[in-house]
């Protein structure tokens, strides 16, 4: 009942959208994401199938280094209205900019949250022969931290001065895509890879089972002092098994980073319509997101959170997503009243009963 009674409401708010911008040329965007085998581009495909396509926006999905990349081009490159930023990084160029640095200021200042994602987890490799068991082993190791411009860089970067209290040493520090990290790793020539990734990640599935047998996981220990330090920034996760059947066969605890969909600040009439409707078919589609985009979208809640401070929402965007959760939530109080009540379980039942549903 309650879900009949939102694919109405939403349906209708979705055909008049339609109809209206029906006669007019289809919206040309872009997003950009991250790497070809990474979480962000199968999300940003995602979007354009399930939320853009439906209200005549024509999605370009872009591959990229990563986060640090996506602010660069979501700033600067023509025809980029979207772009999906680890929380870490959107914070770094926030705290880059009060400190003063100006190009920091001008990159991030005009920048606008859409909403939240979901967690990407930070996988620490090591090869299978490794003497190392934790997070808290790898000081002073050689280490790849991702592609210059890449989130991963940052995480890495940032998670190590967090848990030693020092930077990782320059002669220590290799810049290697996920990819060429892995394999440097097998072969010796590093000892580990930080790579920040949404489970489970076509990186790791991809690989061929022999070489994913020489390499493992790293675990978080919650209670070494190296870990408390990393939670300022970074939360307490878990690298599921079930997400990497053929390659770990238990839970692996790790620490995580927050994903964005993020915006500029638009002012254009026909920009501002259009990002309106990307809102609508977002709250329209979500339960098709969830069922049929990448696992992750069952971590991500149509909600907008409280901010930090010096991160702000896109209004319009804004205003459009808030509207739709209050139509949900009184669509949902109206089912609440209309739905006839269950009848609750009784101690004992007869088989009769039972069989004809009148009690459990």
């Known amino acids: 009942m309650l879900k009949r009674l939102l694919a109405g409401w939403l349906g209708l708010a979705l055909m008049v959208v339609t109809s209206l911008s029906g006669a007019a040329e289809p919206a040309h965007y872009k997003i950009v994401t991250g790497p070809e085998r990474g979480t962000y581009i199968q999300i940003g495909q995602d979007l354009s199938k399930w939320v ?15 986060s640090a990349e996506n602010v660069q081009r979501m700033r600067y490159e023509s025809g980029v209205k979207l772009a999906l930023v680890q929380s870490d990084v959107y914070q770094a160029y926030i705290d880059m900019a009060n400190a ?28 299978a022969d490794s003497p ?28 190590y001065h ?54 493992r996981l790293l675990k978080v220990d919650p209670t070494a002092p190296e870990t408390v330090r990393a939670k300022q920034t970074y939360f307490p996760a878990t690298i599921r098994a079930t997400s990497y059947p053929t390659w770990i066969k238990e839970d692996v605890p790790t620490l995580t980073v927050k994903a964005f969909l993020v915006t500029y600040d638009y002012g254009l009439r026909d920009t501002v319509g259009n990002l309106n409707h990307f809102a609508d078919s977002l709250c329209a589609n979500f339960d098709n997101l969830q069922e049929h985009g990448h696992p992750k979208w069952k971590q991500v809640k149509l909600d907008l959170p409280t901010l930090v401070r010096g991160w702000k ?48």
Request: hydrophobic share 45%; with cysteine; aromatic share 4%.
């Open 162 to 215: 967090l848990m030693f209290g020092q930077a990782i040493p320059e002669a220590n520090i290799v810049h290697l895509s996920n990819e060429d990290a892995l394999a440097a790793l097998i072969v010796k020539k590093i000892d580990v890879a930080i790579i920040v990734v949404g489970q489970p990640a076509k990186l790791f599935n991809d690989m061929n089972a022999d070489l994913l047998q020489q390499i």
């Open 100 to 127: 003063g640095n100006a190009d920091a200021g001008t990159l991030i200042r005009p920048l606008r949250l859409i909403m939240p994602l979901y967690d990407e987890e930070i996988n620490v490799v090591v090869r």
């Open 52 to 66: 853009a396509q439906p209200v005549g926006i024509d999605l370009e999905v872009l591959a990229s280094k990563g």
């Open 313 to 360: 929402y896109y209004t319009p965007v804004e205003k459009h997503l808030r509207a739709c959760l209050a139509n949900k939530s009184a669509a949902m109080s109206a089912a609440a009243t209309t739905t006839p009540a269950v009848q609750k379980p009784r101690a004992t039942c007869t088989d009769q009963e039972r069989l004809l549903l009148l009690c459990k």
């Open 132 to 159: 190392l068991k934790t997070f808290a082993d790898i000081k002073d190791k050689t280490i790849s931290v991702g592609l210059i411009g890449s989130g991963t860089a940052q995480s890495a970067t940032t998670l």
